[in-house]
């Protein structure tokens, strides 16, 4: 059973640091990217960090650029996303993603859905004081 779990969400206050993490199990055929897509109440889902399983290339979305830092290990198949300086409008549920047919990292994060995709069930990243 292809599975994505994401853990790692919480309550932090401005400025505070989050780590998520994103256990991949079940894949019975490499995926070639993985990434972070997260969906504030009211709001589109959106791509926030993606990596390539292949080459490790990265894209993160500009309002995230020097805050948020995609890295995975890949003995352990997960991916975590570093969240530094963390600011309110980053309060969303943070959704673990994976695509088997993966074009470019920036062609993954942009396309907010994609017919394939498996999706983790998300995790809550609450930002107040």
């Known amino acids: 059973q292809v599975q994505l779990v994401e853990s790692g969400g919480g309550l932090v206050q401005p400025g505070g640091s989050l780590r998520l993490s994103c256990a991949a199990s079940g894949f019975k055929k490499d995926y070639s990217g993985i990434g972070w897509f997260r969906q504030a109440p009211g709001k589109d889902r959106e791509g926030v960090s993606c990596?390539?399983?292949?080459?490790?290339?990265?894209y993160y979305q500009d309002s995230v650029k020097g805050r948020f830092t995609i890295s995975r290990d890949n003995a352990k198949n997960t991916v975590y996303l570093q969240m530094n300086t963390l600011k309110p409008e980053d309060t969303a549920v943070y959704y673990c993603?994976?695509?088997?047919?993966?074009?470019?990292?920036?062609?993954?994060?942009?396309?907010?859905?994609?017919?394939?995709?498996?999706w983790g069930q998300g995790t809550q990243v609450t930002v107040s004081s």
């Open positions: 993603a994976a695509d088997l047919n993966m074009v470019t990292v920036q062609d993954m994060c942009v396309m907010a859905y994609k017919l394939g995709r498996t």
């Open positions: 990596i390539s399983s292949n080459d490790g290339s990265t």
